[in-house]
């Protein structure tokens, strides 16, 4: 049995962390949003077209269907949470006196 030190772990994570901020380095944080607001609608047309499929009977596997339709569901309840925790987080700053 290995067992090694958990400052060994971080290094390793810190490592891979740099590695991906390097990777993405010139992607902006206006991208970066484009891109999670484009995941969202994508999986949100995704449960949308499985809605219809088993309204239409289409569907040949149900449990995907319904697998796709609650991705969405959650993809839209968290973008939905870090919209508001973004609101509450500006009008705290907006807040603080200078």
């Given at each position: 049995?290995?067992i ?5 772990s971080?290094?390793?994570l ?10 993405n380095?010139?992607?902006s944080?206006q991208?970066?949003?484009n891109?999670?607001i484009s995941?969202?609608?994508?999986q949100?047309?995704e449960g949308?077209?499985?809605?219809e499929?088993?309204?239409?009977g289409k569907v040949?596997n149900?449990q995907?269907?319904v ?11 968290l973008a939905?949470?870090v919209k508001?925790?973004a ?5 705290e700053?907006?807040k603080?006196?200078?």
């Amino acid at each position: 049995m290995n067992i090694s030190s958990i400052g060994n772990s971080l290094n390793t994570l810190a490592l891979n962390a740099n590695n991906k901020i390097e990777e993405n380095g010139d992607k902006s944080f206006q991208n970066m949003l484009n891109d999670a607001i484009s995941d969202v609608n994508n999986q949100q047309v995704e449960g949308y077209k499985s809605m219809e499929g088993i309204a239409t009977g289409k569907v040949t596997n149900l449990q995907e269907a319904v697998q796709r339709i609650e991705e969405a569901e959650l993809s839209m309840k968290l973008a939905l949470e870090v919209k508001n925790k973004a609101l509450n987080a500006y009008r705290e700053i907006m807040k603080m006196q200078i």
